[in-house]
T-cell receptor, first 114, second 107 residues
Framework: DSGVTQTPKHLITATGQRVTLRCSPR?????VYWYQQSLDQGLQFLIQ???????AKGNILERFSAQQFPDLHSELNLSSLELGDSALYFC?????????????FGPGTRLTVT | AQRVTQPEKLLSVFKGAPVELKCNYS??????LFWYVQYSRQRLQLLLR??SRESIKGFTADLNKGETSFHLKKPFAQEEDSAMYYC?????????FGEGTQLTVNP
């Protein structure tokens, strides 16, 4: 167990809807990363927050947004959902902002859009 | 743009046989590479990184800048090595992952 928690484990929703995925980092970690793992795109980096501020951005759609709160937990908001958004969403955390710090992954949230 | 390629989606070997999981990368800067592993029903975890030049669970990986490769090797595979392996390249603070190789070690 890496200490990173994600809720919910599974989420089933309809196209056009909006969902929020939650991630709690390991105690003491200031960085949170979000990744999307889908069958056709593989494991892709979405966005990184460090101590409440956006630090790096990857292939994140405009329909998606994220934030990190003062208690350092993070939420990934997905709106106007499409079938292609069905994927496993991972969160990871690390102590520092640089990628050289080991990233510890959560168990993921499996999103199914019907 | 950076890119990581793992040419084998599936790799099957017998216990005790050598194993090599291939990883090639494309990156204009000085690369920093990692191998991550995901065992069945477990979360993704770091296996090793090239800068530490260490051996973890008998696995080693050498960065070959001439061939732009970072292959993962183990001389004698064990059944517990069966897992999904991902090669990843660090750029800034973002990791770019390959598509992964599912390794099965048969008894």
């Amino acid at each position: 167990d890496s200490g990173v928690t994600q809720t919910p484990k599974h989420l089933i929703t309809a196209t056009g809807q909006r969902v929020t995925l939650r991630c709690s980092p390991r105690s003491g970690d200031l960085s949170v990363y979000w990744y999307q793992q889908s069958l056709d795109q593989g494991l892709q980096f979405l966005i990184q927050y460090y101590n409440g501020e956006e630090r790096a951005k990857g292939n994140i759609l405009e329909r998606f947004s994220a934030q990190q709160f003062p208690d350092l937990h993070s939420e990934l908001n997905l709106s106007s959902l499409e079938l292609g958004d069905s994927a496993l969403y991972f969160c990871a955390s690390s102590v520092g902002s640089s990628g050289q710090y080991e990233q510890y992954f959560g168990p993921g949230t499996r999103l199914t859009v019907t | 743009a950076q890119r990581v390629t793992q040419p084998e989606k599936l790799l099957s070997v017998f216990k005790g046989a050598p194993v090599e999981l291939k990883c090639n990368y494309s990156y204009s800067g000085s690369p920093e590479l990692f191998w991550y592993v995901q065992y069945s029903r477990q979360r993704l975890q770091l296996l090793l990184r090239h800068i530490s030049r260490e051996s973890i669970k008998g696995f080693t990986a050498d960065l070959n800048k001439g061939e732009t490769s970072f292959h993962l090797k183990k001389p004698f595979a064990q059944e517990e090595d069966s897992a999904m392996y991902y090669c990843a390249l660090l750029s800034g603070s973002r990791l770019t992952f390959g598509e992964g190789t599912q390794l099965t070690v048969n008894p």
